[in-house]
């Protein structure tokens, strides 16, 4: 054998090693091929099948994420996922007829048991370690709710350049305490919001500034819009959609109660028409619409400013690699949202792929 073959052999066998002893997921991956790899062996597994167009299992991946990652330590326990969608089979064998489905296989069984407690982390840590024998513990995630006192209240609340909402609230208030988890929630859904503050002040500790804003009861809301820093006395519901609806309302924010944006995030509504004239436009006429385009761009300030350079870019790829291009940079978009990303990644390609869909 030449010193080349043997080399080739070689850098084969340090590549395969490399692929099997990779860093995984936090949540594994299953297939066909391994899943009786992986599951039935020396560990119980909880599964979960699913479909990528899924809106409930969209709902679902941040906290199965989550799930992962608490316990991608505990080695008598693996957290996998099962594309429907690609493995088929794999997913009827195991009387899947929906999505999410998840399972418990406990340790050298494929005899499953079908998950039906809330689908969030804290009740899925919860059946894990109760059918898997752990004792994993909830790894703590900083809030994204700002936490106010004397010597911040002014810079952050009076800043004209944001907008938001504070909770009065008293540590021994058992409305306050109910209150805590949907207000982490609006806090977390707008922590992408550069603009938007979510906060609260402890009452109890900074009585002054709580009488200033004339707080008697607990939890008191009050929103602190850029233009009315008198603050004004939040009246709403005190669920998730209705908090998220408000601020998407007086903010001028696009967002569902996860953070995720909408359909109509993005859009300029005064460059409707153009666009429509654009799509409209044989090739020799697209040109001077899209000089029309780049003047009303010009016109645009802040958020706007930035998605107006969004519209052009796709205007000009248009022009250039034709009016296939935006349904197939959809299609492509579309792809990689439905990989696990960031989500300052996911908010990026949403906004591209709302403005998109007005040139497909």
Known sequence: MSQFQIWVLAFGALACLLVS?????????????????????????LVEFYAPWCGH???????????????????????GKV?????????????VTGYPTIQWFPKGS????????????????????????TNVKIASIPSSVVELTDENFDEVVLDETKDVLVEFYAPWCGHCKSLAPTYEKVAAAFKLEENVVIANLDADKH????????????????FFPKTKKAGEDYEGDRDLDDFVNFINEKCGTNRDGNGQLLAKAGIIPTLDALVKEFVAASDN?????????????????????????????????????????????????QRLLEKSISSAKADEFTLKKNILSLFA
């Open 21 to 45: 002893t990779a860093v995984a997921d936090d949540v594994v991956v299953l297939t066909e091929d391994s899943f009786e790899k992986e599951v039935g062996q020396d560990r119980g597994a």
């Open 57 to 79: 299992c969209k709902k679902l991946a941040p906290e199965y994420e989550k799930l992962g990652s608490n316990f991608k330590k505990a080695k008598s326990v693996l957290i």
């Open 83 to 95: 594309d429907c969608d690609e493995h088929k089979s794999l997913c009827s064998k195991y009387g």
């Open 110 to 133: 494929l005899e499953p048991k079908n998950y039906e407690g809330p689908r969030n982390t804290e009740s899925l840590v919860e059946f894990v370690n109760s059918e898997g024998g």
């Open 207 to 222: 009585r002054d500034l709580a009488e200033k804003y004339d707080v008697s009861g607990f939890p008191t809301l009050k």
């Open 285 to 333: 006429e697209k040109k001077a619409v899209y000089s029309k385009i780049e003047e009303e761009i010009e016109k645009l300030t802040d958020s706007s400013a930035r998605n107006g350079k969004i519209y052009l870019k796709i205007a000009k790829n248009c022009l250039e690699k034709g009016t296939s291009y935006a349904k197939k940079e959809i299609e492509r978009l």
